[in-house]
């Protein structure tokens, strides 16, 4: 079992950037696949980044691509998402899961944090 806590969300303005934590419990992180979701009131969580177990692959969604980086550090048991070029619509609760499958699918993340608020103002 794992437990993950993320971290570094906010507010900023348009245009900035943040950068997201996410620090696991116990050690077997670098058994699992990470991935970044996020998720607005009403709407389902979806899917954002992921990170292979060895950080030798990493997938994004579309709407993030060239502006958002997934990485981790098994060293650490710590996931990070570099968030660029924010813009009001990503917006969201932000979660790290942990999986034990290469997917971008939510409900195969098996674990998951208890999520960090990000505000982009315009």
């Known amino acids: 079992q794992v437990q993950l806590v993320e971290s570094g969300g906010g507010l900023v303005q348009a245009g900035g950037s943040l950068r997201l934590s996410c620090a696991a419990s116990?050690?077997?992180?670098?058994?699992?696949?990470m991935g970044w979701f996020r998720q607005v009131p009403g709407k389902e969580r979806e899917f954002v980044a992921r990170v292979s177990r060895s950080d030798a692959t990493t997938y994004y969604a579309d709407f993030v691509k060239g502006r958002f980086t997934i990485s981790r550090d098994n060293a650490k048991n710590t996931v990070y998402l570099q968030m660029n070029s924010l813009k009001p619509e990503d917006t969201a609760v932000y979660y790290c899961?942990?999986?034990?499958?290469?997917?971008?699918?939510?409900?195969?993340?098996?674990?998951w944090g208890q999520g960090t608020q990000v505000t982009v103002s315009s």
């Open positions: 116990g050690r077997t992180f670098s058994t699992y696949v």
């Open positions: 899961a942990a999986s034990y499958l290469l997917t971008t699918v939510a409900t195969l993340y098996r674990y």
